[in-house]
């Protein structure tokens, strides 16, 4: 009889009946609850949910509104958290198959879809002028360098310059990643990220395309910014072996990628090699790791029944356990710390890019062409003011504006 | 009005309103601020890559505020000089003695003759 009070008074006044969601079984047993009684919140698909998400708290308007210290203290960031607030990243080896299957995984998540950057984000400007025209007035130390310009001459001198220019493209777009999560709640997708970037680095380092100063320049750059974002939650790789890839290369027929000798056997290898030897055994230290054969393509639903299994919430009970300790925040007001320095200080982040190297000569240009570089650049229609300032393309109503836009580009 | 010939420290020190004020004097400062007030809007422009121009209503805002610092600047100069001299002026009143008339004197009287020696 005692027995049967005991227990009672157990579950009425024991730590689990208060709390809706005992963390681990142990704790569960401990409050004298059956381990059914254990809530889980997993991401959750579309199909699996029945219906489109629904926020519980309208989204932070962050393109259009400051988020600083004053706002902090009246809208709060974990409120419009939820089991699908996840920053998942698509990683592979080219023409796998990311684009596709990352924009079906966001549409069935209901997560913000980031597509993979390239050099148009650099060189088209605000008001769609195609800042590579300019080529012929500049010296060519300051001339454009993309993705096309690297297939077609991987040694060129600007392919460093290009890389480190992709890198800090991702870091960028993964800032904006951050953003849109912390102040919606929404999950993001993003195609490749910055953490994975070292890999292409390394494969361009090991063909011999960029120099071994470069790569440390590259290095001390990735080192000295690294750090400020937060790992994603977790890492899908796209397993394609190298026949394949030259196979899916020839078959997506783009004239840059088809024509490039880039693309040989060895480069394809280094970069699985290292994707697989480095960035996968690395960041699987804090991210859950999903890894798929995809040399055939493969369903997304599959992928996402995966997904739904796993447990994210499960490490959250050991504050020292590595994985997914950039999302652990005790306290509330250090989310919005978070929150705020990704939506209000992203200039800040990105200062962090100006690291000093002066001994890598094909990384600097010489005084002459970066003065002639500066006069075509500025003075290329819409370069000359700040975006939405400049006459010459038809912004109008100048005399009396003031408005300038959250972290655009300046 | 005393002798010329004599010095009276009282007197220098007395507002006897006979100076008029240059043209620029009472201007000079609220247009030095104003002109500042403007720059600044400017540079700030300059800075932010607008054109100098553009948001003329900060232009004439920050030139009204640097108009009213000068202004006010240049009133408490004023009032510290009106103080001081009162205050020199209540000493002299109170130590007369420390300050005696004193007859003016010319270079004349007080530099000798050249005599070159050579």
Known sequence: MTAVFRVGLVRLVGRGSTAPAPATLLQAQTNGLPATFMQKCNISGRTMRGGPRCPKVPPYPYKTKKYNVFSAIFDKTTKRFDENTKVICVEGPIAAGKTKFAMELAAELDMQYYPAVDMDLIYINPYGYDMRKLDPELPPSCRSYDIKNFC????????AAFQIRMYMLRFSQYVDALQHI??????????RSPFSDFVFMEAMF?????????????????????????????????????????????ARNLEHEVKSKVFSNAYLTDLEVIYKQQYLKDIAGHAELLIYDWSAGGETEVVVEDIERINFEQYESDPH?????????????????????????????????????????????????????????????????????????????????????????? | MGDPA?????????????????????????????????????????????????????????????????????????????????????????????????????????????????
């Open chain 1, 321 to 410: 356990n590595k994985k997914m300790i950039d999302w652990r925040f005790p306290l509330e007001t250090e989310w919005c710390e978070a929150r705020i320095k990704y939506c209000n200080e992203k200039s800040d982040l990105m200062n962090y890019f100006n690291v000093p190297r002066f001994d890598v000569p094909e990384l600097l240009r010489s005084a002459e062409d970066g003065k002639v570089w500066r006069d075509v650049w500025y003075n290329a229609p819409g370069m000359k003011y700040r975006p939405g300032y400049n006459a010459d393309v038809g912004d109008t109503g100048l005399l009396t504006k003031l408005k300038i836009g959250i972290n655009e580009p300046f």
């Open chain 1, 182 to 191: 912390l102040s919606t709640g929404q999950g993001v997708v993003t195609e």
């Open chain 1, 152 to 159: 077609a001459d991987p040694k060129h001198p600007s392919a």
């Open chain 2, 6 to 118: 004599v010095y009276d420290p009282l007197e220098i020190l007395t507002n006897k309103g006979t100076r008029q004020p240059t043209f620029l004097s009472p201007i000079w400062n609220p247009m030095a601020g104003a002109l500042a007030g403007f720059g600044a809007a400017l540079f700030t422009n300059w800075g932010f890559r607008k054109p100098i121009l553009s948001g003329i209503q900060k232009h004439i805002l920050f030139t009204i505020i640097g108009g009213g610092v000068g202004y006010y600047l240049d009133n408490k100069r004023n009032e510290y000089l009106a103080k001081r001299d009162a205050v020199l002026r209540h000493y002299v009143e109170l130590h007369p003695e420390d300050f005696p008339k004193t007859n003016r004197k010319k270079y004349a009287d007080v530099l000798e003759s050249w005599v070159p020696v050579r």
């Open chain 1, 206 to 250: 090991r063909q011999g395309y960029i120099s071994r100063g470069a790569r440390s320049v590259y290095n001390d750059v990735r080192q000295n910014t690294i750090g400020e974002l937060l790992k994603p939650h977790l890492v899908i790789y796209l397993d394609v072996p190298v026949d394949v890839v030259q196979k899916q290369i020839k």
